[in-house]
């Protein structure tokens, strides 16, 4: 396998889709260089082509490039030794994944509208009335459903606080950081600047209060996560 260090490519200052595949380089202790555009230069890489789905984030791996979140964090999950080799495992792993992305689909969805314009698929900000009605139905369902499930599937191995197996996975670090990114006090529900963001006099919107409370085997694990030095080491110095 390539030892080189990878490029991770993504949004200024923005975790998204990127930061699941940040914390498997960081949990392993993996270099990789973390580079961030701009919107004005993710439009001229778009524009050019350069980008295969017209998305980020991308993965460059000497002159190879990964795109699509999954695919480049289950590369970094290989290579960080969080993939595990069984094979029934390692689907169970990946159906945790995917539910992350679906989460995540759902959430960017309460704010954005993917329509087609000019004969291109583009993403259009809706109405703030509308994106506070569907970050309330997001959490009251979506969030509870998936959550519950986690604990569920926790609470199957009375021997094991994590999701798959006796040991972390990539599965983990997914749900932890739906975890993250759900926390109230989390940076960016607050930050006048961030996407999600939304502005008086209808916000500063933030999730429910202890979101966690329900779900006991969850929130241990992501207390087991988050101190792990390298996590720690990294949340203290880029915070969600």
């Not at 200024?12 to 701009?38: C, H, Q, T, W």
């Not at 998305?55 to 964090?73: E, G, N, R, T, Y």
């Not at 990946?94 to 969805?109: E, K, S």
């Not at 085997?217 to 792990?228: A, G, R």
């Amino acid at each position: 396998m390539d030892k080189s260090n990878p490029i991770l490519v993504y949004f200024i200052n923005a975790k998204g889709r990127a930061e699941f595949s940040r914390l498997i380089f960081i949990y392993a202790g993996i270099p990789f260089e973390d580079k961030g555009v701009s919107f004005e230069e993710y439009f001229e890489m778009r524009d050019r082509g350069q980008l295969p789905f017209e998305q980020l984030p991308i993965l460059w791996v000497d002159k190879a490039m990964i795109a699509q979140s999954c695919a480049i964090a289950r590369y970094a999950a290989k290579r960080a030794g969080l993939y595990p080799e069984d094979s029934l495992l390692a689907a169970q792993t990946d159906m945790i994944v995917d539910a992350w992305r679906d989460v995540l689909d759902i959430f960017y969805g309460c704010y954005v509208d993917r329509v087609v314009d000019n004969g291109r698929l583009v993403m259009k900000m809706r109405e703030v009335q509308l994106r506070i009605d569907k970050l309330n139905d997001f959490f009251k369902t979506t969030v509870p459903m998936h959550l519950g499930r986690f604990e569920e599937i926790i609470s199957s191995d009375s021997n094991s606080p994590f999701l798959v197996g006796n040991s972390l996975t990539w599965a983990d670090l997914a749900v932890f950081d739906l975890v993250c990114t759900f926390d109230r006090t989390a940076n960016f529900w607050n930050n006048p600047s961030t996407f999600f963001y939304i502005p008086e006099p209808h916000g500063p919107y933030q999730p429910p209060a202890e979101i966690l409370k329900p779900y006991p085997l969850v929130n241990e694990l992501s207390k087991i996560i988050q101190e792990t030095p390298n996590i720690k080491a990294w949340l203290d110095s880029h915070p969600y």
